[in-house]
């Protein structure tokens, strides 16, 4: 492929809100997306989820007992798994008071309501498949959705990751043109082919610059994550990463905007 930029004439890093920016706002939600984009977040990450009726929702957890009120509206239900209930059962459920009072208008999105937001001029989309064997089909699902809500996000930023590298290959010729980004653990070996991929997204933890050269070489960019603490964010910007994922795109938009 064509050379990337020198390290001076890269843009500066993507600022991604983990989560939709759950640091001051409950994760996975809408509200949580719009505060980090008006906190200067130019990517909200998302976790995807299949419901029993095959719909697909954002939440991280596979229940739904940290995140919403699931225990309270539907006792008797335990574990509360995502996969057991319906969309209809789901769009019941506060997801917002765990965290605050203030959230109580939050319900768990639909990925329709974030492609929605989207397409409303929202901050641009990080959209992580949790692939699970109770959510077989998930990532036919997920293109289908993004095929036949194209208008929503043709010309905006979208991107799909996941740690299933294999399922992230076939993804990636059921909606080409969206970048698809590998999510892998520190220190792991890149098979031969990633044609596919368009980045890695790997823990700050023991990342080195080099490893950061060696990804840039190969023509992939490089997201990492998850972190809040500023050294390490300004680390993380000192070895030229494509991307940072935080819960606090505020304080990182600080550090990029020196
Ligand atoms: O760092 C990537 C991140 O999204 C994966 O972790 O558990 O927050 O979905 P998790
Ligand atoms: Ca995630």
């Not at 990751?161 to 892998?184: C, E, S």
């Not at 991929?197 to 990492?224: F, K």
């Amino acid at each position: 492929g064509t050379a990337l930029a020198a390290p001076a004439e890269r843009p500066r890093a993507d600022n991604i809100a983990h989560r939709g920016g759950s640091g001051g706002a409950p994760e996975n939600t809408i509200a949580a997306c719009a505060r980090a984009r008006a906190a200067g977040a130019d990517l909200c990450e998302f976790d995807v989820q299949q419901t029993k009726d095959q719909q697909l929702v954002l939440i991280h957890d596979e229940t739904l007992a940290r995140t919403t009120d699931a225990e309270q509206v539907f006792p008797g239900r335990a574990p509360w798994q995502v996969a057991d209930f319906t969309l209809a059962e789901i769009r019941r459920l506060d997801a917002g008071s765990w965290f605050s009072p203030r959230f109580g208008n939050e319900g768990v999105p639909t990925l329709r309501q974030a492609l929605e937001l989207l397409g409303a001029g929202g901050a641009g989309l990080l959209l992580e498949i949790k692939h699970s064997p109770r959510s077989p089909g998930i990532d036919r699902r997920v293109a289908a959705e993004l095929q036949d809500n194209r208008a929503l996000w043709q010309g905006r930023r979208l991107s799909l990751q996941a740690f299933d590298w294999q399922a992230m290959r076939l993804l990636h010729r059921m909606v080409p043109g969206v970048p698809i980004l590998l999510l892998g653990t520190s220190g792991a070996r890149l098979p031969a082919d990633t044609g596919y991929a368009s980045a890695l997204v790997l823990p700050h933890a023991g990342l080195t610059e080099r490893q950061v050269r060696g990804a840039h070489g190969r023509g992939l960019r490089v997201y990492a994550g998850t972190t809040d603490r500023p050294r390490v964010l300004r680390r993380l910007v000192s070895y030229g990463v494509d991307g940072i994922m935080t819960d606090r795109p505020a304080r990182l938009r600080g550090i990029l905007a020196r």
